[in-house]
C-alpha cells in the first residue's frame, strides 16, 4: 500500500508540474502574443505606449542613432518615431531560441512611413531582439536592434 500512495502522489506532482508548465506558454507563443500587443499598441497611435514591451534596463538600438537606455526613454523615442509618421508596423519572426529566462529572436519588419510634410515611404528589413523573462512581468524586450533593407539614396 505505501507503494500506491507513493505512485499517486509523485503522479499528482507530475501533473501539477504540467498544469503549472502549460499555463505558463511556450516562450514562442508568448512572444508572439508580446509582438502583436506590440503591433497594435503603434499602430493604433500609441507609439510612446510601446515602450511599456521593454525591461526596465533594457536598450533600444535604432538605425542612424545612438543606444537608448531605460523603458522610460524608449517610450519617449518610440515617441518620436510615431510623431515622423510611423504607421503599419509589422513583425514576422524566423527564429526564436529560448534559454531559460532569456531568448533570442531574429525576424523581418516592415513600416510604413508617412511624414507630415514628405513623401511617404515604405521601409523594410531585418531586426534582433533579445527578450528577458520577467517573473510578474512575463517576456520583456531586453535588447532591439534592427536596419533596413532600403539602399542608401545616391547622390
Not at 499602430?43 to 537608448?68: C, E, H, I, K, W
Not at 510615431?82 to 525576424?107: F, I, P, Q, R, Y
Amino acid at each position: 500500500m505505501p507503494h500506491v500512495r507513493k505512485s499517486v502522489a509523485v503522479c499528482a506532482l507530475v501533473l501539477f508540474a504540467a498544469a503549472s508548465l502549460a499555463a505558463q506558454g511556450s516562450p514562442r507563443a508568448d512572444i508572439n502574443s508580446v509582438n502583436a500587443r506590440f503591433m497594435a499598441t503603434f499602430n493604433r497611435g500609441d507609439a510612446a505606449g510601446v515602450g511599456q514591451f521593454y525591461s526596465t534596463d533594457a536598450v533600444l538600438m535604432p538605425p542612424n542613432s545612438a543606444a537608448v537606455h531605460g523603458r522610460a526613454n524608449i517610450g519617449n523615442a518610440w515617441a518620436a518615431f510615431g510623431k515622423a509618421g510611423g504607421t503599419n508596423l509589422k513583425l514576422s519572426t524566423t527564429e526564436l531560441v529560448a534559454h531559460g529566462d532569456m531568448a533570442h529572436e531574429m525576424g523581418t519588419y516592415s513600416l510604413d512611413i508617412k511624414p507630415p510634410k514628405a513623401a511617404a515611404v515604405h521601409d523594410h528589413g531585418k531586426f534582433i531582439v533579445i527578450w528577458k523573462r520577467d517573473p510578474k512581468a512575463g517576456w520583456q524586450l531586453y535588447r532591439d536592434i534592427w536596419n533596413t533593407d532600403v539602399p542608401a539614396p545616391t547622390h
